[in-house]
């Protein structure tokens, strides 16, 4: 899980063992938008993912702490667009290495093993594999 920022790592920018990640993140082949539903509008790009959270690139920092209804608009075979959607928590929300971008870490908060089939189908259909 994306919990940690990626400034919170020890003096020789190496993580500290207990900060690993125990859920391996996989990059989308994708420029996957996620949309909050509650605006309608698009809050930023899919960065990586796995099934317990993402992180997300966008223009504005997020608030963190707060449940967000989002969703992502999947295009399918057929080139129609689906959505998948899901509740997060904003865990953290910093400056990108472009200043001009924000980063943030978001905990899923569904955790059905409905709601892990869908993220892992997503993840097969539309990320990198080994």
């Keep these: 899980m994306y919990i940690k920022r990626p400034s919170?790592?020890?003096?020789e920018n190496t993580l500290h063992p207990s900060d690993r990640r125990t859920i391996k993140r996989r990059h989308l082949i994708y420029y996957l938008r996620v949309w909050q539903i509650d605006q309608n509008t698009?809050?930023?790009h899919v960065v990586?993912?796995?099934?317990?959270?993402?992180?997300l690139i966008s223009e504005s920092p997020v608030k963190t702490g707060e449940e967000m209804h989002l969703e992502l608009r999947l295009p399918d075979s057929e080139g129609e667009l689906r959505s998948m959607r899901?509740?997060?928590?904003?865990?953290?929300?910093?400056?990108?290495?472009?200043?001009?971008?924000?980063?943030?870490g978001f905990?899923?908060?569904?955790?059905?093993?409905?709601?892990?089939?869908?993220?892992?189908k997503l993840i097969e259909e539309y990320g990198f594999t080994d």
């Excluded at 990586?48 to 992180?55: H, L, V």
């Excluded at 509740?87 to 971008?101: G, T």
């Design 48 to 55: 990586d993912i796995n099934t317990e959270g993402m992180m």
């Design 107 to 120: 905990e899923f908060i569904d955790k059905s093993p409905e709601a892990g089939e869908t993220l892992q």
């Design 86 to 104: 899901f509740k997060a928590i904003c865990r953290w929300s910093d400056k990108d290495i472009n200043s001009a971008f924000y980063d943030s």
């Design 8 to 11: 919170q790592h020890n003096q």
């Design 42 to 44: 698009v809050m930023g």
